[in-house]
């Protein structure tokens, strides 16, 4: 059924009809309206899900931790600060391979204090051994987080779903939506192997694991990203025969017979596809690559995909404070290595803080690589949109 | 309560775990386990001493359902798995009751724990928490807490000569709890197991947070021989430095008063860490401590005999 | 679904394995020795021992130590109030 809906709203129905058994969370910009709605659910009988108001983002992510650990289907919503605050949860609960799904649309980190929409508290998370998922628009918010749920449990790791900060999370679209029969069939009931609610077989979660088991309970559990790969497939293919609409680790736009592109994450994709379209008319073979799968991060696939290609641009909405560009050309950087005959790549840092992108920004991306096809000399870092 | 009954339980809690030979907490949660009898009970214990000793990969000490989450979140997590199992229940798709108890230090309870301590409290959580209290930050070296008392020396508030010991009293974890309008918080101690096993079967009767706050002498942190634990324990008691008392739903009561007051010196003599304390040239510092602990003494003395007056006051039916 | 991994999310699913550690290795040379004839089974000892190392029979009296885990700490031998149990040298 088609619905206008903002990306939270999105988020927030998916949540409801993925059957939560517990629902938790704390109010943080741009994603307060994601527990607000689902309150209403919970107060007009629209969800049986028990709902907690945790007293801070840490608490929540704590109670996630229980309420999975006893075989309940965990959610909850965050962004930036909040999910900052959660951190130290974050790595024990995907230590302790536990399924909790986040809904998230990606927000500046501070300080100074940024409401905003960048990419800085989605790329802060890429150590913690969680799934992670970007989405462009409303659509894909819906979409991601029901595979969301149904990836999570099967590979028994914790997943976040992410978009742009208020580009998407407040932004009105067309989404077309799944009946609640549909996705309650889809995502099944969470059947975990071990529940600590279980009297009869009593188990011990969280011990202290000393240097003689650690690396090997560290081991499992990176094993168990990468057999991630296979699931997230197989429920992109089986989301696909209920919806019609196929998902996979990146979108492809005139990326084919491409001598330049750029790889971006998020709404910039969308907002490219107009440059691109004009490009192409002129005879400049111009594409794009707008990522849809952060973790697991689809190096193999990513490699085959731009190896033909003579220039490329990343683009970053967040920055690493490395001196090296930012976290999205740091990975797509490593996994063209292995090439022998790489494509040349820069980096160029946009969007901070909400800082809005344009066509006009974009196109001059597109110049500068077309100079570097060329082989004229081009920085290889740099800012986007900057004042000064 | 007849120990024998209790005695012929199979133990949730077993030998061979690694605290301290004669460490005060072993014996709460020993106590504690064999309070909850036929229950069905899961553990939520915060990073600390019973946490490391009583779960060194691959060996386990706990034959119930055990968790553990980090040192803040007792609490918290305690929470998540309760309304998982409400929800759960509610469904349809368990059919157990099944009790929660967390088991956490003062450590993380007094101070990075306070807020996860106060969320749940004031959700109303239906958990039984017990701060097992050793007075300090014994697992990671004795380290200074919230509940650590005036003049005490600890590795972060050594006695020297420009400071003695804390300078600053300790926080009122069980007051704290009160002030969230929870239906049962006590103090307790081990050495009055009676006591203290009574207060966990009401703390997991009844419906709604509950909190007892119990004395864990610790021998390496406090300084005293492997052997002292109860006699410590009993002592803080005697001499008033650890009252045993209970509130339900707002009814105050000392569960149990000294026949004979015993003088501080008694408790805080076999204890290194009153070593300093105890020196002649520091008998100021000693009064200090003294006044406090025979003050709050007096104070809940009052309360009680307050209580009993209103009581009185409402059997006679005033109009 | 989760795969059968002994260092699967480094859960315990063997309760009570402790037992498999035997801490009589901590005592220092002195060990608790129970006087029968002088023991009134108040189980004092029994409810104050941290390790749980107190023997029980059937019907819940004290039945000596066990010495497997038996720290040595003492509190058995300083709580009871029949000095049924003393500290002697191994």
């Known amino acids: 059924m088609q619905q206008a809906l903002t990306g939270n709203e999105a988020m927030a129905l998916a949540m409801k009809q993925s059957n939560p058994d517990v629902v938790t969370g704390f109010p943080i910009t741009p994603v307060s309206d994601i527990l607000q709605i689902f309150s209403k659910y919970i107060s007009d009988g629209k969800s049986d899900a028990e709902f907690v108001p945790a007293e801070s983002e840490h608490s929540v992510a704590s109670i996630c931790f229980g309420a999975s650990a006893a075989g309940a289907r965990a959610f909850t919503c965050s962004a930036s600060q909040g999910l900052e605050l959660m951190h130290e949860i974050l790595h024990i609960i995907s230590g302790t391979r536990l399924p909790v799904v986040v809904a998230s649309s990606s927000r500046a980190l501070s300080g100074p204090i940024n409401v905003h929409g960048d990419h800085s508290d989605f790329m802060g998370m890429r150590g913690t051994s969680w799934i992670q998922l970007f989405s462009e628009n409303a659509q894909e918010s819906y979409d991601n987080f029901i595979q969301a749920v149904k990836i999570a449990e099967t590979a028994m790791l914790p997943a976040i779903v992410s978009s742009d900060g208020f580009f998407t999370s407040h932004n009105l679209e067309r989404v077309e939506t799944l009946g609640d029969k549909n996705v309650s069939d889809f995502v099944g009931v969470y059947s975990p192997k071990y529940n600590i609610l279980n009297t009869n077989k009593p188990i011990t979660i969280g011990p202290l694991s000393l240097p003689d088991s650690f690396m090997e309970i560290k081991k499992s559990q990176s094993e168990a990203m990468i057999e991630s790969k296979k699931i997230i497939s197989k429920v992109a293919q089986k989301f696909k025969s209920i919806s019609g609409r196929e998902y996979n680790w990146f979108k492809e736009y005139k990326l084919q017979g491409a001598e330049i592109a750029i790889v971006v994450m998020g709404s910039t994709a969308e907002s490219a596809i107009p440059v691109v379209d004009v490009l192409r008319k002129k005879g400049i073979k111009a594409g794009i690559l707008s990522l849809r799968v952060f973790r697991p991060f689809p190096a193999d696939e990513l490699m085959a995909a731009l190896k033909n290609l003579n220039s490329i641009a990343v683009l970053d909405r967040s920055d690493a404070f490395s001196g090296q560009g930012g976290p999205l050309f740091e990975e797509v950087k490593s996994s063209l290595y292995r090439l022998n005959k790489k494509p040349k790549i820069i980096n160029r840092t946009f969007g901070l803080g909400g800082r809005e992108i344009d066509e006009e920004m974009i196109g001059r991306v597109f110049e500068e690589l077309q100079k570097l096809v060329k082989g004229k000399k081009i920085d290889e870092f740099g800012y986007m949109g900057l004042k000064i | ?319 | 679904m989760a795969k059968k991994d002994k260092y699967f999310g480094g859960i315990i699913s063997d309760p009570g394995s402790t037992l498999k550690y035997k801490t009589y290795v901590w005592r220092d040379g002195i060990k608790p020795v129970w006087d029968k004839e002088k023991c009134k089974n108040c189980m004092k000892c029994f409810i104050n021992c941290p390790d749980n190392a107190i023997k029980v029979d059937k019907n819940g009296n004290m039945a000596g130590h066990k010495y497997d885990y038996c720290k040595g700490c003492g509190i058995c031998a300083q709580v009871c109030p029949f000095n049924a149990i003393t500290m002697r040298k191994e």
């Open chain 2, 1 to 319: 309560m007849d120990l024998h009954e209790l005695a012929k339980q199979k133990p949730k809690f077993e030998s061979g775990h690694r605290l301290c030979a004669g460490c005060g907490a072993g014996i709460v949660a020993h106590q504690t386990m064999l309070a909850c009898e036929n229950r069905n009970v899961v553990v939520i214990n915060a990073t600390g001493c019973i946490e490391v000793t009583t779960t060194v990969f691959p060996y386990t000490a706990w034959k119930v359902p055990w968790i553990h989450c980090a040192l803040e979140n007792a609490a918290a997590t305690a929470s998540g798995i309760e309304m998982a199992y409400k929800s759960l229940k509610r469904k349809g798709r368990i059919k157990k009751d099944i009790k929660f108890i967390v088991l956490a230090g003062d450590g993380g309870t007094y101070d990075i724990g306070l807020q996860s301590l106060s969320g749940m409290l004031e959700r109303g959580h239906n958990v039984l928490y017990i701060c097992y209290n050793n007075e300090a930050y014994m697992n990671t070296g004795y380290q200074r807490s919230g509940a650590t008392p005036l003049h005490t020396e600890t590795t972060t508030r050594p006695w020297g000569k420009k400071i003695h010991g804390k300078p600053v009293r300790q926080k009122n974890l069980t007051a704290i709890a009160e002030a969230h309008n929870i239906p049962y918080v006590a103090q307790a101690a081990t050495a009055f197991d009676n006591d203290y096993i009574e207060k966990v079967r009401l703390g997991l009767a009844v419906k709604g947070p509950t909190l007892i706050n119990v004395i864990s002498p610790c021998r390496l942190g406090w300084g005293h021989p492997a052997n002292m634990a109860y006699e410590i324990s009993r002592l803080s008691v005697e001499t008033c430095f650890w009252p045993l008392y209970e509130i339900r739903n707002g009814r105050f009561r000392i569960t149990y008063r000294p026949k004979k007051i015993e003088p501080l010196e008694n408790f805080l003599k076999f204890q290194k860490r009153f070593d300093h304390l105890m020196m002649p040239e520091n008998e100021k510092d000693l009064d200090e401590l003294k006044i406090i602990v025979e003050e709050e003494w007096n104070a809940l003395v009052r309360r009680e005999n307050c209580n009993r007056v209103c009581t009185r006051i409402v059997d006679t039916k005033i109009e």
